[in-house]
């Protein structure tokens, strides 16, 4: 995880790197999910979080994943990690609602 400057986050953007935001219900997830990316080599620039270790948080960042290959990933190999996966979007989009259609998909673990 690196903290970038936004010339280079535009640079990005153009070659495909994308902006998400999530919520999950504790610092503890954000933190699990983007060690389990880590493992993966997938990289996360420029993350920012927001909350407190005992209530929701929020983080956002930038990747040149797709948000379904990050949910797929985050459901087989996190401990419990689905409000990340049911708030996850791209950050113009974000509103914060769960959305359970990743599993009504049979997608899931």
Known sequence: ME???ASILK??????????????ECF??????FTI?????ITLFSPTFIGTPMGDAY???WTNKHIH???VLWDTEGRDLHRIIQT???????DGKVDLSFWD???SK
């Open 3 to 5: 903290a970038v400057n």
């Open 11 to 24: 640079q990005m953007e153009a070659t495909g790197f994308k902006h998400y935001k999530a919520r999950a």
């Open 28 to 33: 503890a997830d954000i933190m699990d999910a």
């Open 37 to 41: 990316a880590a493992k993966h080599h």
């Open 59 to 61: 983080c956002d960042f």
């Open 69 to 71: 290959e990050l949910r």
């Open 88 to 94: 996850i979007k791209p950050i113009e989009e974000y």
């Open 105 to 107: 998909k049979d997608e």
